[in-house]
């Protein structure tokens, strides 16, 4: 209750007093996003516990092994989370070229003896005790930032209602530089969101449709390019002709999908119980903590299961969307409009990758997918998202 002196109302007292009070940023948050995240992150840990308790050779003996390791990265994750709300949209415009800078450091150490491949793409950079960072999950954060920067500049100033054509150019230019290190590990998947990411930034900041059509154009002629000059792998290559053609190779590059499918089939509506899946405890679907972990949620808690899981996902992109419109300056909106596209179209590939309708491309799916890089980067984006929101006036 709020208590009042001759002089006026007296401010709350206290920690506890600060944070309820009427214009605390704690209460500007977007809970129902953050709550939804929460629950989507922790609910995974079941998921990933179950995919992985019975994989000696992956857990090494330990049932709990991946379970830790993912609470582990949720609570990084979570700190991540409030150091990019603490810094705010202010101070987060003067760090842009900062993160910027290091993110090109890390991908282009990747590139040196320090990285490590992993399942054909030298992508990792490895460090002690099993700990590893995936750069270009931090990249996609670095994109969003430095594009926004550049294209918000003479909008938020006033001096522009649009972005120039030597904004727009300078920003494109800028998010070229990662994804081209990107493509040279190769990563594909990676440079499919960020490509995505790049078009939905576009869009939200009103940038001449001539620069979309541009850039749509270049996507198809780069995509032709890079498959007549041999830039991807030959398993990157086979994945692409086992979509085209599913009954090409059912036990050699089409078997993930193949198995992926039948995980899913056969859970049914209300799947066959937490742990008692038989393609997953049969260890039939490689890569099922990571890339594959919505055939968990398919066998083991069917259609139910899956549903809550994507409407789940639906609730962060609603209120993300929300944010965005309610933006009060063009960073913001820019800002809100990459992390959108980027989470959306994650989670859309790689669920239509577990169905059969996109091909597979190694994307984890946001908060469930087991992977600290990519834990941390989503819930750096939420703490994105929420320093636009609690920018706006109160009551808005």
Avoid at 53 to 81: K, W
Avoid at 155 to 166: T, Y
Avoid at 344 to 363: D, Y
Wanted: aromatic share 10%; charged share 10%; with cysteine.
């Amino acid at each position: 209750m709020t208590s009042y002196s001759s002089y006026g109302p007296v401010p709350p007292r206290g920690a506890v007093g600060r944070a309820l009070a009427k214009d605390s940023p704690l209460r500007r948050l977007d809970w129902l996003m953050i709550l939804a995240a929460l629950v989507l992150s922790l609910g995974s840990s079941l998921l990933i516990w179950s995919a992985t308790r019975g994989r000696d050779s992956l857990t090494h003996g330990d049932p709990q092994y991946f379970l830790y390791r993912h609470l582990t990265n949720l609570a990084i994750g979570l700190a991540l989370f409030v150091v990019v709300v603490l810094i705010g949209s202010r101070r987060l415009r003067t760090a842009v070229p900062f993160v910027y800078v290091i993110t090109l450091l890390m991908l282009m150490a990747v590139l040196t003896p320090l990285g490590s491949t992993i399942n054909g793409a030298k992508a990792w950079i490895q460090f002690g005790g099993g700990f590893s960072i995936q750069p270009a999950e931090f990249a996609k954060l670095a994109i969003v930032l430095v594009m926004a920067l550049v294209l918000s500049a003479q909008v938020d100033a006033g001096e522009r209602a649009f972005p120039s054509d030597r904004s727009v150019l300078m920003a494109l230019g800028l998010a070229a530089v990662p994804m081209a290190v990107v493509m040279l590990m190769p990563d594909l998947g990676s440079v499919m969101v960020m490509g995505i990411a790049i078009m939905g930034i576009l869009l939200a900041s009103g940038a001449a449709n001539k620069w979309v059509f541009g850039l749509i154009t270049a996507g198809v002629g780069g995509a032709v390019a890079i498959w007549q000059l041999g830039v991807l792998s030959k398993y990157q290559i086979d994945r692409f002709a086992a979509f085209a053609n599913p009954a090409l190779d059912p036990s050699g590059v089409g078997y993930n999908t193949a198995q992926a499918r039948i995980a899913i089939g056969s859970g049914g509506l209300t799947g066959m119980g937490l742990f008692k899946g038989t393609q997953t405890t049969g260890q039939f679907v490689p890569e099922q903590q990571t890339d594959f972990v919505f055939t968990v949620a398919g066998e083991e808690l069917g259609f139910v299961g899956g549903l809550g899981l994507i409407l789940l996902l639906g609730v962060v992109l609603w209120r993300a969307c929300k944010i965005a419109r309610q933006a009060t300056d063009l960073f913001g909106t820019v800002v809100s409009a990459g992390v959108i596209t980027w989470l959306a179209f994650q989670a859309f590939e790689n669920i239509g990758m577990n169905l059969g309708i996109m091909p597979v491309a190694g994307i984890p799916l946001p908060f469930v997918s087991y992977g600290g890089s990519s834990m941390f980067a989503v819930w750096i984006g939420i703490g994105l998202l929420q320093c636009v929101r609690t920018q706006r006036p109160i009551g808005i």
